[in-house]
């Protein structure tokens, strides 16, 4: 059965895949959500690779699912290690050589977020309360609060070097909800560096923690009806 490794995003918590796991475990599977030294001004993106490298410990078998900025972490555990399959969740997908800080501008990420929020009737202006915990249950945000802490700036200036893609199945699930990513935004990124399509889960961006079945239920699916390589 396949392992799942689950990559967090910003900050680095494990807790952000508390909801996801016990489901998966449910459903038969190994479930691993890597800690990452988020905070650590000292720790770039081998630091994380690395991690995640020593979660896998050697399993070939695996489902590697990265979360927003974890997006960066995952092709460089996929260029030392083997995968079956890779799979985005509202992640900021990277090019080869680019940092997470180009990431914005490159892809026009500001301007997409700034047009939805006009059509949604919400702030533009980032915070938290808006474009991350818009639809996260009050509870699991109070249950958060002693797990939270700072995202180091060096892995946004620390470019993603890898070479390509792994020849697996590779999908992009995105939050229908997400205000930090917008949907229409993450079909065009998909489509444009992975040659994928979107698949869909209602959500905002941190989907795991609002809806984590509609996302275990889509994590499942994969394994059911496998995807050719892109």
């Not at 392992?3 to 016990?22: D, E, K, M, S, T």
């Not at 893609?165 to 949907?183: E, K, N, Y």
Request: net charge neutral.
């Amino acid at each position: 059965m396949p392992i799942f490794i689950l990559i967090p995003g910003a900050g680095g918590v494990a807790w952000y895949w508390h909801r996801v796991v016990p489901l998966l475990q449910a459903a038969g599977h190994d479930a691993i959500a890597v800690d990452l030294p988020g905070d650590d001004e000292h720790a770039g993106l081998s630091t994380y690779a690395d991690r995640v490298v020593t979660a896998i410990h050697g399993r070939t078998d695996v489902a590697l699912v990265a979360q927003s900025l974890g997006g960066f972490t995952a092709p460089l555990v996929c260029a030392r290690v083997r995968v079956r399959r890779l799979v985005f969740v509202n992640a900021m997908i990277p090019v080869p050589g680019a940092t997470a800080a180009d990431w914005w501008g490159n892809t026009g990420s500001i301007a997409a977020r700034t047009a939805a929020a006009r059509r949604g009737g919400y702030t533009a202006r980032f915070d938290p309360t808006t474009y991350f915990l818009n639809d996260v249950p009050p509870e699991i945000i109070k249950q958060g609060e002693p797990h939270v802490h700072d995202q180091a700036e060096r892995v946004f200036a620390e470019p993603c070097r890898f070479e390509g893609w792994p020849d697996v199945a590779i999908h992009v699930i995105a939050g229908r909800d997400d205000r930090f990513s917008p949907i229409d935004f993450q079909r065009r990124i998909a489509r444009t560096r992975l040659n994928v399509d979107v698949d869909e889960v209602p959500g905002g961006h941190l989907v795991a923690l609002s809806n984590p079945r509609g996302l275990v239920d889509r994590l499942l699916a994969y394994l059911r009806h496998p995807r050719r390589p892109a």
